[in-house]
């Protein structure tokens, strides 16, 4: 029985444990890592991204989005006053739940 060793655990399986591709070859990655890689991957998507990290600041905490938004405005108008450049880029999206 041929065999192959899985990049990812290392342990040497089944050649038949590896997906074969239309290019007439054998992936490096054994079904179960590329399974567990792909859950994880959503997961993380599903989660909000791979960026997002856990941050809290007093002076935002308890605000609306829509308080931390004018704030920063405010803040960009007085450091143009002050003679820098401030680009603010990014979306706001509002989720509203409706019950019918």
């Given amino acids: 029985m041929e065999t192959k060793k899985c990049r990812e655990c290392g342990r040497e399986l089944p050649i038949t444990e590896f997906k074969y591709t239309r290019w007439g070859h054998y ?3 054994c079904k179960e890592c590329a399974n567990e890689k792909r859950a994880e991957t959503r997961y993380k998507k ?4 791979m960026r ?3 941050y809290s600041d007093p002076e935002f905490d308890g605000k609306q ?3 931390v938004i004018q704030m ?4 960009k108008m007085w450091l ?7 680009t603010l880029k990014g979306t706001y999206t ?7």
Avoid at 72 to 75: C, F, N, P, S, V
Avoid at 80 to 86: D, L, V
């Fill in 46 to 49: 599903k989660m909000g991204g």
């Fill in 80 to 86: 143009e006053a002050q003679g820098y450049t401030i």
């Fill in 27 to 29: 992936t490096e990655v």
């Fill in 72 to 75: 920063m405005k405010r803040a």
């Fill in 94 to 100: 509002q989720v509203r739940e409706v019950k019918f």
């Fill in 65 to 67: 989005p829509v308080e």
């Fill in 52 to 54: 997002r990290i856990s």
